[in-house]
C-alpha cells in the first residue's frame, strides 16, 4: 500500500540558509500534519491543513511557513536556519472522516533529517 | 493546557509481559492513541482507544479510562524487536493534531 512519502530524506544547511521539505500524503488523504521531533524528544506539533486551507497551528516559528496544495502535497519553508532546527521533521497524513466509528489515525511518513552546521 | 506524562524508561525480559502508563490532561478528548517508534525511523500506528475499556490487537492491548485521564499499553510475549519508544498521543478534538506524551524508552533483555 502507499505510504506517506517525503523528501528529501538528509538535508544539511549552514546557518542563515533556507530549507524546503516536502511531502506526499497517503492517496485520497484529505489533512496533513508537520512534526519536527529532537534528538531524544517527542514530536512536537507545527502545523496542519485540511483541504488545503491551515486547520491547526502548533508550535511553528515565524521563521517557518507551510502550504499544502492541489494535490494535496505539502511543502515546509524553513528561512534563516538556525542550528536548533536540526530535527528530524515528519509528515504525517489523515484521512478526516465525518461519521461515528473512524478515526484520524495519522500515518507518519520516513521523516526528513535536517542538520544545520 | 495539556500535559501528558509517560515514565522515560523500562526495562523488560524477553517473553515477559510489561505494562506502559500514560496520564493526561487535555482539552477537548478526542481518542487516544499509542505509536511504537524505533530510533530514527517515523512512529507506527498500534492502537486507539475512545471509549473506556480495552481494546486487544495480538499481543498489544491498551486500556482507557477517559474519567481517570489513564491509559496503558500492554505487551505480552515480550520479542527482542519490541525494543523502542513508546508514544502516547491524544487527539483534542476530531481531526486535529496529536499531542504526544514524552515517550517510554522499552528496553527488553534476553
Known amino acids: 500500500a502507499a505510504g506517506v512519502i517525503q523528501s528529501p530524506r538528509h538535508l544539511i544547511k549552514e546557518k542563515r540558509e533556507t530549507a524546503t521539505l516536502k511531502c506526499y500524503p497517503i492517496?485520497?488523504?484529505?489533512?496533513v500534519y508537520w512534526y519536527q521531533q529532537g534528538p531524544g524528544q517527542d514530536p512536537q506539533f507545527l502545523i496542519s491543513f485540511y483541504e488545503k486551507m491551515q486547520s491547526d497551528k502548533g508550535s511553528i516559528p515565524d521563521r517557518f511557513s507551510a502550504q499544502q496544495f492541489s494535490d494535496y502535497h505539502s511543502e515546509l519553508n524553513m528561512s534563516s536556519l538556525e542550528l536548533g532546527d536540526s530535527a528530524l521533521y515528519f509528515c504525517?497524513?489523515?484521512?478526516?472522516?465525518?461519521?461515528?466509528?473512524?478515526?484520524?489515525?495519522?500515518?507518519f511518513g520516513p521523516g526528513t533529517r535536517l542538520t544545520v552546521l | 493546557g495539556q500535559n501528558i506524562d509517560q515514565p522515560t524508561e523500562m526495562t523488560a525480559t524477553e517473553g515477559a509481559i510489561v505494562q506502559i502508563n500514560c496520564t493526561y490532561q487535555?482539552?477537548?478528548?478526542?481518542?487516544l492513541f499509542w505509536y511504537q517508534q524505533h530510533a530514527g525511523e517515523a512512529p507506527t500506528f498500534l492502537s486507539y482507544n475512545v471509549l473506556d475499556g480495552l481494546e486487544e490487537k495480538g499481543r498489544f492491548s491498551s486500556f482507557l479510562s477517559r474519567s481517570k485521564g489513564y491509559s496503558y499499553l500492554l505487551l505480552k510475549e515480550l520479542q527482542m524487536k519490541d525494543s523502542a519508544s513508546y508514544l502516547c498521543a491524544v487527539s483534542g478534538n476530531y481531526g486535529q493534531n496529536f499531542v504526544f506524551g514524552p515517550g517510554t524508552r522499552l528496553s527488553v533483555l534476553p
Open positions: 487535555t482539552s477537548g478528548f478526542n481518542g
Open positions: 504525517a497524513s489523515s484521512l478526516a472522516g465525518t461519521s461515528g466509528g473512524t478515526y484520524n489515525e495519522q500515518f
Open positions: 492517496p485520497r488523504h484529505d489533512t
